[in-house]
C-alpha cells in the first residue's frame, strides 16, 4: 500500500536551516507529483510546495519562495524540502502527500519548530 514517511523536523533558532525528507512506498514515485503541506497548531492545513513528476517544475506558496526548495529523488524515492532562513511562522508540523489514483495519501508529519 502506498506509504509516505517524512523526517527532518526539529527545533532550530530563527534565521537556521532545516531539510525535510519524505520516503515513499507502494507506488511507482517516479510518475507522480509530491506536495508538502503544514500545519500550526489552531490552523487549517497549508499548501507549501509542489513538484512535478520529472522534478523540473515546482511551486511554492508566497510566504516561503525563495526560502524553501522542494527537490526530488527518484532513484531514492524521496521528496525532500530545504528550509533555509526560517521564521518563527514556519513553525507547524509538515506533511508530504500524493494524489494517487484520485485518492490523496499523508505521511505521519514531522514537527519543525523555530525558536530562539
Known amino acids: 500500500q502506498v506509504q509516505l514517511v517524512e523526517s527532518g523536523g526539529g527545533l532550530v533558532q530563527p534565521g537556521g536551516s532545516l531539510r525535510l525528507s519524505c520516503v515513499a512506498s507502494g507506488f511507482a514515485f517516479h510518475i507522480y507529483a509530491m506536495n508538502w503541506y503544514r500545519q500550526a497548531p489552531g490552523q487549517e492545513r497549508e499548501w507549501v510546495a509542489d513538484i512535478n513528476a520529472a522534478g523540473g517544475i515546482k511551486k511554492y506558496v508566497d510566504s516561503v519562495k525563495g526560502r524553501f526548495t522542494i527537490s526530488r529523488d527518484n532513484y531514492k524515492n524521496t521528496v525532500y524540502l530545504q528550509m533555509n532562513s526560517l521564521k518563527p511562522e514556519d513553525t507547524a508540523v509538515y506533511f508530504c502527500?500524493?494524489?494517487?489514483?484520485?485518492?490523496?495519501?499523508w505521511g505521519q508529519g514531522t514537527q519543525v519548530t523555530v525558536s530562539s
Open positions: 502527500k500524493v494524489r494517487y489514483y484520485a485518492s490523496d495519501y
